[in-house]
């Protein structure tokens, strides 16, 4: 695979694999949210990820990944990611879940994540999600040829800012392809150093702003993954995986 400052570039057969495990993991995420209710247990959408992954013969990317124990990464309220899915975590009107899911096609993997309101949610909680996802649509915007990989951070970090939100700054976007995690790493701020790195056709990025209502500030549970912020206010997470092409950006994972 051609690289450019360490960064894999992807050619078409190869964007067409990861466009195709990137469509399945949106088909899990789109099955997910529909079963988004006041009353489920939160392991439910462990079960219709793994038999969605079972359907198209895929494996899910994130169970067993440094030890990870489930397919899907299940955050409610101020978990901001790496949640587990549980069967006494009952979903109740007004939370907000978010999901991260990953899987493996043909050895190419897909990443995405959104967050959803469980029935009515308040104002704050929905304005939070809104923001987070417009950071995300202005992030993918933002990911031509002749732009950075600054503009993208840029695009999160502007509007999160205006918007009086804290982005967290312990976890980041990246590359993804062979791999779940390639470089380069995508901050959702302006980096302080660095020569910022050009955009070039063929890399594929996993954008994902997490926004925060409080503190950026986050803490990991006992369990040695979930991260909450440190002052248990709320947390969004979108994700998409995109492809840098010609004409512009693509997302993979719609
Ligand atoms: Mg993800
Ligand atoms: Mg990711």
Redo the contacts with the bound molecule.
Sequence with gaps: MKKFRGVFLKNENEIALLREANRIGSLIREAMKAEVKPGVATMRFEEIAQDICRTYAVRPA?QGYHGFPFAL?CSVNEEV?HGFPSRSRILTEGDIVSF???VVYEGFYG???CTVGVGVVSEEAARLMRVTEECLSRAVAAATVGNSMNDISRAVQMHAEANGYSIVRRFVGHGIGRSLHEKPEIPNFVPAFGTPLPLKVGMVL?I?PMLTIGTHEVDILEDNWTAVTRDRKLAA?F?HSIAVMPHGPEILSL
């Design positions: 994130f990464c990611v991260d899911m990953g990443d995405s994540a996993a994902e997470h994700e």
